[in-house]
């Protein structure tokens, strides 16, 4: 069973930077995605970035494009959310997520198969 603990959330004012982290238990990775995910109140979960753990190739929604960096560590089974000027939007609880498996719609919810915990990120103005 896998178990992913997620870390290093909280409140920072707008134009202000946070990182989140993601340590995987139970399992070593290879062919698969790491990814995060935000729910804001009322507001469907909805894609942020992913990262492919082989190919360290990266992927993200256009709405951070520029601001948050995805990296990984494989010898720590973490990966790594850097989230730069930050903006009142982008508050929300952050999700971790993993694929054990190659998957095509990165940015699709269903294509994961584990969860962390959340952690909430507050941006104020």
């Known amino acids: 069973q896998v178990q992913l603990v997620e870390s290093g959330g909280g409140l920072v004012q707008a134009g202000g930077s946070l990182r989140l982290s993601c340590a995987a238990s139970?399992?070593?990775?290879?062919?698969?995605?790491m990814g995060w995910f935000r729910q804001a109140p009322g507001k469907e979960r909805e894609f942020v970035g992913t990262i492919r753990w082989n190919s360290g190739s990266t992927y993200y929604a256009d709405s951070v494009k520029g601001r948050f960096t995805i990296s990984r560590d494989n010898a720590k089974n973490t990966w790594y959310l850097q989230m730069n000027s930050l903006k009142p939007e982008d508050t929300a609880v952050y999700y971790c997520?993993?694929?054990?498996?190659?998957?095509?719609?990165?940015?699709?919810?269903?294509?994961?198969?584990?969860w962390g915990q959340g952690t909430q990120v507050t941006v104020s103005s």
């Open positions: 997520t993993a694929s054990m498996k190659f998957i095509v719609n990165i940015r699709n919810v269903g294509s994961y198969d584990y």
């Open positions: 139970g399992r070593t990775f290879s062919n698969s995605a």
